[in-house]
Protein backbone atom coordinates (compact mmCIF):
# COMPACT_ATOMS: atom_id res chain seq x y z
CA UNK A 1 0.00 0.00 0.00
CA UNK A 2 0.98 3.15 -0.80
CA UNK A 3 0.69 5.03 2.20
CA UNK A 4 -1.55 5.17 5.41
CA UNK A 5 -2.97 7.38 7.89
CA UNK A 6 -1.38 8.68 10.99
CA UNK A 7 -4.38 8.92 13.29
CA UNK A 8 -4.30 11.25 16.28
CA UNK A 9 -6.80 12.69 18.51
CA UNK A 10 -5.27 15.84 19.42
CA UNK A 11 -6.77 19.09 18.33
CA UNK A 12 -5.05 20.16 15.36
CA UNK A 13 -3.89 23.91 14.52
CA UNK A 14 -2.83 25.35 11.32
CA UNK A 15 -1.20 28.47 12.00
CA UNK A 16 0.56 30.97 9.26
CA UNK A 17 -1.39 30.20 6.45
CA UNK A 18 -2.79 31.80 3.58
CA UNK A 19 -6.24 30.13 3.15
CA UNK A 20 -8.37 29.63 0.31
CA UNK A 21 -11.68 28.59 1.47
CA UNK A 22 -12.75 27.11 -2.03
CA UNK A 23 -16.36 29.41 -1.48
CA UNK A 24 -15.17 32.55 -2.39
CA UNK A 25 -12.10 34.79 -3.21
CA UNK A 26 -11.88 35.65 -0.08
CA UNK A 27 -7.84 35.02 0.56
CA UNK A 28 -7.09 35.31 4.47
CA UNK A 29 -3.14 35.97 4.41
CA UNK A 30 -2.50 35.43 8.50
CA UNK A 31 -4.92 32.60 8.74
CA UNK A 32 -5.62 30.10 11.07
CA UNK A 33 -7.39 26.66 10.27
CA UNK A 34 -8.38 24.40 13.92
CA UNK A 35 -9.04 20.63 13.29
CA UNK A 36 -10.70 18.75 16.07
CA UNK A 37 -11.15 14.76 14.71
CA UNK A 38 -12.31 15.16 11.22
CA UNK A 39 -13.95 18.59 11.33
CA UNK A 40 -13.05 22.11 11.52
CA UNK A 41 -13.98 23.87 14.35
CA UNK A 42 -12.32 27.32 12.94
CA UNK A 43 -11.29 29.23 9.91
CA UNK A 44 -9.86 32.78 9.96
CA UNK A 45 -7.66 34.98 11.30
CA UNK A 46 -5.01 34.08 14.10
CA UNK A 47 -6.90 34.42 16.80
CA UNK A 48 -5.10 33.57 20.53
CA UNK A 49 -8.60 33.87 22.20
CA UNK A 50 -9.81 30.64 20.67
CA UNK A 51 -7.31 28.64 21.20
CA UNK A 52 -7.58 29.61 24.85
CA UNK A 53 -10.36 27.84 24.60
CA UNK A 54 -8.72 24.76 23.78
CA UNK A 55 -5.98 25.05 26.47
CA UNK A 56 -6.75 22.12 28.61
CA UNK A 57 -6.33 19.79 25.43
CA UNK A 58 -3.39 18.26 23.88
CA UNK A 59 -2.67 20.83 20.60
CA UNK A 60 -0.68 19.51 17.51
CA UNK A 61 0.44 23.10 16.27
CA UNK A 62 1.58 22.80 12.49
CA UNK A 63 3.22 26.25 10.75
CA UNK A 64 1.92 26.45 7.54
CA UNK A 65 5.04 28.81 6.94
CA UNK A 66 2.48 31.22 4.54
CA UNK A 67 2.13 28.51 2.13
CA UNK A 68 -1.87 28.06 0.90
CA UNK A 69 -4.21 25.46 2.92
CA UNK A 70 -7.47 25.10 0.67
CA UNK A 71 -9.65 22.35 0.31
CA UNK A 72 -9.06 19.10 -0.68
CA UNK A 73 -10.20 19.00 -4.55
CA UNK A 74 -12.81 17.12 -6.40
CA UNK A 75 -12.66 14.73 -10.07
CA UNK A 76 -16.08 14.06 -10.73
CA UNK A 77 -15.36 12.05 -13.13
CA UNK A 78 -12.72 9.29 -13.80
CA UNK A 79 -12.17 5.72 -14.50
CA UNK A 80 -10.19 3.50 -12.31
CA UNK A 81 -10.84 0.75 -15.10
CA UNK A 82 -8.39 2.71 -17.57
CA UNK A 83 -5.16 3.14 -17.23
CA UNK A 84 -4.16 6.06 -19.89
CA UNK A 85 -3.53 3.29 -22.49
CA UNK A 86 -3.63 4.05 -26.40
CA UNK A 87 -5.67 1.07 -26.35
CA UNK A 88 -7.86 -0.44 -24.04
CA UNK A 89 -10.22 -2.92 -25.71
CA UNK A 90 -7.98 -5.89 -25.38
CA UNK A 91 -7.01 -5.82 -21.61
CA UNK A 92 -10.68 -4.70 -20.79
CA UNK A 93 -11.72 -7.57 -22.40
CA UNK A 94 -9.35 -10.46 -21.23
CA UNK A 95 -8.11 -8.75 -17.41
CA UNK A 96 -10.45 -10.23 -14.76
CA UNK A 97 -11.81 -7.47 -12.33
CA UNK A 98 -9.93 -8.59 -9.29
CA UNK A 99 -6.73 -7.83 -10.98
CA UNK A 100 -8.15 -4.59 -12.19
CA UNK A 101 -9.77 -3.65 -8.43
CA UNK A 102 -5.74 -4.43 -7.32
CA UNK A 103 -4.29 -1.58 -10.14
CA UNK A 104 -7.47 0.61 -9.30
CA UNK A 105 -6.39 1.33 -5.83
CA UNK A 106 -2.68 2.21 -6.97
CA UNK A 107 -4.80 4.59 -9.39
CA UNK A 108 -6.93 5.67 -6.49
CA UNK A 109 -3.74 6.28 -4.04
CA UNK A 110 -1.97 8.81 -7.08
CA UNK A 111 -5.22 10.61 -7.28
CA UNK A 112 -5.58 11.84 -3.78
CA UNK A 113 -1.20 12.47 -3.49
CA UNK A 114 -2.02 14.97 -5.91
CA UNK A 115 -4.35 16.61 -3.70
CA UNK A 116 -7.88 14.73 -4.61
CA UNK A 117 -9.25 14.41 -2.06
CA UNK A 118 -13.04 13.25 -3.54
CA UNK A 119 -13.11 11.33 -6.82
CA UNK A 120 -16.49 10.34 -8.76
CA UNK A 121 -16.34 7.01 -10.75
CA UNK A 122 -18.62 7.01 -13.82
CA UNK A 123 -18.44 3.37 -15.03
CA UNK A 124 -15.82 0.21 -14.37
CA UNK A 125 -15.21 -3.08 -14.50
CA UNK A 126 -16.58 -5.04 -12.37
CA UNK A 127 -17.75 -2.53 -10.51
CA UNK A 128 -14.62 -2.13 -8.92
CA UNK A 129 -15.29 1.58 -7.57
CA UNK A 130 -17.74 0.21 -5.45
CA UNK A 131 -15.83 -2.29 -3.77
CA UNK A 132 -12.43 0.10 -3.48
CA UNK A 133 -14.80 2.57 -1.76
CA UNK A 134 -16.16 -0.04 0.70
CA UNK A 135 -12.34 -0.82 1.69
CA UNK A 136 -11.35 2.55 1.44
CA UNK A 137 -14.50 3.58 3.96
CA UNK A 138 -13.60 0.24 6.56
CA UNK A 139 -10.31 1.68 6.90
CA UNK A 140 -8.50 -1.42 4.38
CA UNK A 141 -6.68 0.48 2.05
CA UNK A 142 -6.06 4.03 1.50
CA UNK A 143 -7.50 6.48 -1.01
CA UNK A 144 -9.87 9.62 -1.45
CA UNK A 145 -13.14 9.60 -1.02
CA UNK A 146 -14.97 7.53 -3.55
CA UNK A 147 -18.49 8.21 -5.06
CA UNK A 148 -19.23 4.96 -7.14
CA UNK A 149 -21.39 4.28 -10.09
CA UNK A 150 -21.02 0.72 -10.61
CA UNK A 151 -21.69 0.35 -14.18
CA UNK A 152 -22.95 2.83 -16.75
CA UNK A 153 -25.98 2.36 -18.49
CA UNK A 154 -26.06 1.95 -21.99
CA UNK A 155 -28.42 0.84 -25.16
CA UNK A 156 -27.63 -2.06 -27.14
CA UNK A 157 -25.09 -1.06 -29.71
CA UNK A 158 -24.46 2.30 -27.83
CA UNK A 159 -21.25 3.78 -26.23
CA UNK A 160 -19.36 1.08 -24.28
CA UNK A 161 -21.18 -1.68 -26.15
CA UNK A 162 -18.66 -2.19 -28.82
CA UNK A 163 -18.47 -6.02 -29.64
CA UNK A 164 -19.99 -8.10 -32.45
CA UNK A 165 -23.33 -9.53 -31.97
CA UNK A 166 -23.27 -12.66 -29.35
CA UNK A 167 -20.18 -11.55 -27.29
CA UNK A 168 -20.05 -10.18 -23.84
CA UNK A 169 -17.39 -9.10 -21.80
CA UNK A 170 -17.05 -7.49 -18.39
CA UNK A 171 -16.74 -3.66 -19.29
CA UNK A 172 -17.87 -0.44 -17.83
CA UNK A 173 -21.45 -0.46 -18.81
CA UNK A 174 -24.61 -2.48 -18.48
CA UNK A 175 -26.71 -2.79 -21.50
CA UNK A 176 -30.09 -1.63 -21.16
CA UNK A 177 -33.20 -1.00 -24.12
CA UNK A 178 -36.26 0.20 -23.29
CA UNK A 179 -37.89 1.47 -19.49
CA UNK A 180 -38.23 -1.56 -17.89
CA UNK A 181 -34.66 -3.03 -18.59
CA UNK A 182 -33.25 0.65 -17.82
CA UNK A 183 -35.10 0.54 -15.07
CA UNK A 184 -33.86 -2.78 -13.78
CA UNK A 185 -30.20 -1.85 -14.75
CA UNK A 186 -30.77 1.18 -12.46
CA UNK A 187 -32.20 -1.00 -9.63
CA UNK A 188 -29.23 -3.39 -9.73
CA UNK A 189 -26.52 -0.82 -9.49
CA UNK A 190 -28.76 1.26 -6.70
CA UNK A 191 -28.78 -2.50 -4.40
CA UNK A 192 -24.75 -1.96 -4.45
CA UNK A 193 -25.54 1.23 -2.87
CA UNK A 194 -23.88 3.07 -5.46
CA UNK A 195 -23.81 6.87 -5.11
CA UNK A 196 -24.02 7.82 -8.41
CA UNK A 197 -26.18 6.60 -11.99
CA UNK A 198 -24.14 7.21 -15.12
CA UNK A 199 -26.29 6.72 -18.20
CA UNK A 200 -25.22 7.19 -22.15
CA UNK A 201 -27.44 9.76 -23.93
CA UNK A 202 -25.16 9.71 -27.14
CA UNK A 203 -22.30 7.90 -28.86
CA UNK A 204 -19.15 8.48 -27.71
CA UNK A 205 -15.27 9.12 -28.91
CA UNK A 206 -13.42 5.71 -27.61
CA UNK A 207 -16.49 3.67 -28.96
CA UNK A 208 -17.25 3.13 -32.93
CA UNK A 209 -19.80 4.85 -34.63
CA UNK A 210 -21.01 8.89 -34.72
CA UNK A 211 -20.38 10.01 -31.35
CA UNK A 212 -22.89 12.63 -31.85
CA UNK A 213 -26.15 10.35 -32.15
CA UNK A 214 -28.86 10.29 -29.09
CA UNK A 215 -28.83 7.08 -27.62
CA UNK A 216 -30.74 6.46 -24.68
CA UNK A 217 -33.94 8.28 -24.95
CA UNK A 218 -35.42 10.76 -22.87
CA UNK A 219 -38.01 8.49 -21.58
CA UNK A 220 -35.61 5.97 -20.28
CA UNK A 221 -32.91 9.03 -18.70
CA UNK A 222 -36.18 9.83 -17.03
CA UNK A 223 -37.21 6.52 -15.70
CA UNK A 224 -33.22 6.20 -14.61
CA UNK A 225 -33.91 9.52 -12.80
CA UNK A 226 -36.76 9.04 -11.11
CA UNK A 227 -35.29 5.69 -9.66
CA UNK A 228 -32.00 6.98 -8.69
CA UNK A 229 -33.82 10.09 -7.05
CA UNK A 230 -35.56 7.97 -4.64
CA UNK A 231 -32.55 7.70 -2.73
CA UNK A 232 -31.46 10.77 -3.29
CA UNK A 233 -28.86 9.28 -6.11
CA UNK A 234 -27.04 12.15 -8.48
CA UNK A 235 -27.65 11.55 -12.02
CA UNK A 236 -24.87 11.94 -14.76
CA UNK A 237 -25.13 11.53 -18.52
CA UNK A 238 -22.52 11.01 -21.52
CA UNK A 239 -23.95 13.60 -23.79
CA UNK A 240 -21.79 14.48 -26.78
CA UNK A 241 -24.10 15.88 -29.38
CA UNK A 242 -26.94 18.70 -29.24
CA UNK A 243 -30.11 16.33 -29.20
CA UNK A 244 -28.32 13.64 -26.99
CA UNK A 245 -27.74 16.78 -24.25
CA UNK A 246 -31.34 17.82 -24.63
CA UNK A 247 -32.44 14.74 -23.84
CA UNK A 248 -30.57 14.36 -20.87
CA UNK A 249 -31.70 17.75 -19.79
CA UNK A 250 -35.45 16.98 -19.95
CA UNK A 251 -35.31 13.81 -18.31
CA UNK A 252 -33.65 15.76 -15.42
CA UNK A 253 -29.85 14.62 -15.34
CA UNK A 254 -27.74 16.59 -12.97
CA UNK A 255 -24.60 16.54 -14.57
CA UNK A 256 -23.74 16.71 -18.20
CA UNK A 257 -20.38 15.43 -19.02
CA UNK A 258 -18.43 16.66 -22.27
CA UNK A 259 -21.17 18.64 -23.49
CA UNK A 260 -19.75 19.25 -26.44
CA UNK A 261 -22.40 20.13 -28.70
CA UNK A 262 -24.60 22.03 -26.70
CA UNK A 263 -26.37 24.43 -28.24
CA UNK A 264 -28.23 27.99 -26.48
CA UNK A 265 -31.44 26.21 -25.92
CA UNK A 266 -29.32 23.48 -23.75
CA UNK A 267 -27.09 26.54 -22.30
CA UNK A 268 -30.30 28.33 -20.73
CA UNK A 269 -31.53 25.37 -19.46
CA UNK A 270 -28.64 24.56 -17.60
CA UNK A 271 -28.50 27.77 -16.25
CA UNK A 272 -31.88 28.19 -15.46
CA UNK A 273 -32.53 24.77 -13.74
CA UNK A 274 -28.94 24.41 -11.90
CA UNK A 275 -27.59 21.81 -13.60
CA UNK A 276 -23.71 21.00 -13.74
CA UNK A 277 -21.36 20.65 -16.50
CA UNK A 278 -18.40 18.50 -16.47
CA UNK A 279 -16.34 19.34 -20.26
CA UNK A 280 -13.88 16.83 -19.03
CA UNK A 281 -10.68 18.99 -20.93
CA UNK A 282 -8.04 16.45 -19.96
CA UNK A 283 -9.36 13.70 -22.28
CA UNK A 284 -8.40 15.99 -24.99
CA UNK A 285 -4.22 14.76 -24.30
CA UNK A 286 -5.92 12.08 -27.00
CA UNK A 287 -5.04 14.63 -29.77
CA UNK A 288 -1.30 15.85 -28.71
CA UNK A 289 -0.22 12.02 -28.70
CA UNK A 290 -1.89 11.27 -31.84
CA UNK A 291 -2.04 7.90 -34.17
CA UNK A 292 1.78 7.58 -34.13
CA UNK A 293 1.17 6.73 -29.89
CA UNK A 294 -1.35 3.91 -30.84
CA UNK A 295 -4.60 5.48 -30.76
CA UNK A 296 -6.81 4.26 -32.52
CA UNK A 297 -8.25 6.10 -35.81
CA UNK A 298 -11.56 6.08 -35.52
CA UNK A 299 -11.09 7.65 -32.27
CA UNK A 300 -8.39 10.26 -32.90
CA UNK A 301 -10.87 11.33 -36.07
CA UNK A 302 -13.73 12.16 -33.86
CA UNK A 303 -11.86 13.99 -30.85
CA UNK A 304 -9.90 16.11 -33.50
CA UNK A 305 -13.37 16.74 -35.04
CA UNK A 306 -15.09 17.83 -31.87
CA UNK A 307 -12.23 19.87 -30.04
CA UNK A 308 -12.98 23.37 -31.55
CA UNK A 309 -16.73 23.11 -31.06
CA UNK A 310 -16.46 21.91 -27.48
CA UNK A 311 -14.18 24.79 -26.68
CA UNK A 312 -16.57 27.21 -28.26
CA UNK A 313 -19.52 25.69 -26.66
CA UNK A 314 -17.35 25.88 -23.11
CA UNK A 315 -16.71 29.02 -23.32
CA UNK A 316 -20.44 29.98 -24.15
CA UNK A 317 -22.07 28.36 -21.57
CA UNK A 318 -19.15 29.89 -19.38
CA UNK A 319 -20.29 33.30 -20.72
CA UNK A 320 -23.87 32.48 -20.20
CA UNK A 321 -23.34 31.79 -16.35
CA UNK A 322 -23.74 27.41 -16.68
CA UNK A 323 -22.06 26.40 -13.76
CA UNK A 324 -18.86 24.06 -14.62
CA UNK A 325 -17.09 21.70 -11.89
CA UNK A 326 -13.83 19.40 -12.78
CA UNK A 327 -13.76 16.24 -14.15
CA UNK A 328 -10.96 14.53 -16.05
CA UNK A 329 -12.48 11.95 -17.89
CA UNK A 330 -8.64 10.04 -16.27
CA UNK A 331 -8.22 6.65 -17.64
CA UNK A 332 -8.74 7.85 -21.46
CA UNK A 333 -5.46 7.82 -23.91
CA UNK A 334 -2.64 9.20 -22.36
CA UNK A 335 -4.69 11.26 -19.50
CA UNK A 336 -3.09 9.99 -16.48
CA UNK A 337 -4.45 9.36 -12.58
CA UNK A 338 -2.12 11.41 -10.65
CA UNK A 339 -2.20 14.39 -13.30
CA UNK A 340 -6.21 15.49 -12.39
CA UNK A 341 -4.99 18.94 -11.56
CA UNK A 342 -4.46 19.63 -15.51
CA UNK A 343 -7.74 19.96 -16.03
CA UNK A 344 -7.96 23.14 -13.72
CA UNK A 345 -4.99 24.66 -16.08
CA UNK A 346 -6.93 23.63 -19.23
CA UNK A 347 -10.27 25.73 -17.91
CA UNK A 348 -7.50 28.90 -17.48
CA UNK A 349 -7.00 28.39 -20.68
CA UNK A 350 -10.91 29.13 -21.93
CA UNK A 351 -11.24 31.79 -20.23
CA UNK A 352 -11.46 30.69 -16.18
CA UNK A 353 -9.79 32.49 -13.26
CA UNK A 354 -7.60 30.65 -10.99
CA UNK A 355 -9.76 31.17 -8.44
CA UNK A 356 -12.78 29.93 -10.65
CA UNK A 357 -11.17 26.85 -11.34
CA UNK A 358 -10.62 26.40 -7.51
CA UNK A 359 -14.22 26.78 -6.62
CA UNK A 360 -14.84 24.65 -9.69
CA UNK A 361 -12.89 22.04 -7.67
CA UNK A 362 -14.23 22.28 -4.49
CA UNK A 363 -17.52 23.95 -3.57
CA UNK A 364 -19.07 24.03 -6.44
CA UNK A 365 -18.07 20.15 -7.63
CA UNK A 366 -19.49 19.54 -4.01
CA UNK A 367 -22.84 21.10 -4.37
CA UNK A 368 -23.43 19.39 -7.90
CA UNK A 369 -22.81 16.05 -6.21
CA UNK A 370 -24.70 16.67 -3.04
CA UNK A 371 -21.55 16.79 -0.38
CA UNK A 372 -23.00 18.89 1.71
CA UNK A 373 -20.21 18.93 4.18
CA UNK A 374 -17.07 18.83 1.83
CA UNK A 375 -15.54 20.89 -0.53
CA UNK A 376 -15.12 24.07 1.94
CA UNK A 377 -12.59 25.07 4.75
CA UNK A 378 -15.47 26.19 7.38
CA UNK A 379 -16.75 25.59 10.63
CA UNK A 380 -18.51 21.90 10.96
CA UNK A 381 -17.45 20.71 7.60
CA UNK A 382 -15.45 17.36 7.25
CA UNK A 383 -11.40 18.38 7.23
CA UNK A 384 -10.29 17.35 3.80
CA UNK A 385 -7.24 19.99 2.87
CA UNK A 386 -4.49 20.29 1.05
CA UNK A 387 -0.97 22.52 1.71
CA UNK A 388 0.25 23.74 -1.54
CA UNK A 389 4.12 25.38 -1.46
CA UNK A 390 3.46 28.37 -3.76
CA UNK A 391 0.18 30.53 -5.07
CA UNK A 392 -2.41 28.91 -7.42
CA UNK A 393 -4.17 32.13 -7.51
CA UNK A 394 -0.83 33.35 -9.69
CA UNK A 395 0.16 29.91 -11.27
CA UNK A 396 -2.64 27.40 -11.81
CA UNK A 397 0.32 24.97 -12.59
CA UNK A 398 1.37 24.82 -9.09
CA UNK A 399 -1.38 22.70 -8.53
CA UNK A 400 0.04 19.82 -10.39
CA UNK A 401 3.39 19.79 -8.96
CA UNK A 402 3.31 21.60 -5.49
CA UNK A 403 0.86 19.86 -3.00
CA UNK A 404 2.77 19.49 -0.20
CA UNK A 405 0.70 17.82 2.40
CA UNK A 406 -3.01 16.10 1.99
CA UNK A 407 -4.94 15.60 5.12
CA UNK A 408 -8.23 13.86 4.81
CA UNK A 409 -10.80 13.26 7.73
CA UNK A 410 -8.94 15.91 9.46
CA UNK A 411 -5.70 13.49 9.36
CA UNK A 412 -2.39 13.57 7.62
CA UNK A 413 -1.92 10.86 4.85
CA UNK A 414 1.62 9.78 4.38
CA UNK A 415 2.88 8.36 1.48
CA UNK A 416 6.11 5.85 1.05
CA UNK A 417 8.57 6.66 -2.01
Not at 364 to 369: Q, S
Amino acid sequence: MLGEFQRMNTVKVFKNATIINGINSDVVKEGMVVVDNDRITYVGEYNAEYLKLHENEQLEVIDVQHKIIMPGMIDAHVHLTLEGEAQYLEKLIVEDAKFTILKGLKKAEKMLRAGFTTVRCVGEKGQIDVHLRNAINAGIVNGPNILASGKAITTTGGHGDMLPDGIRFDGISTIADGMSNVQLAVREQLKLNVDNIKLMATGGGMSPGDAKISQLTVEEMAIAVKEAEKFDIVTAAHAIGREGINNALQAGVRTIEHGTYIDQDGIHFMKNHDVFLVPTLAAFKTIKYGEAAGVPKHHLEKVQSFERAHIDNLKRALDAGVKVITGTDAGTPFNYHGENAYELEALTNVGMTPMDTIIAATSRAAEALKLEDRGVLKEGYIADLIIVDGNPLHDIMLLQKKVEKVYKNGQEVTFVE
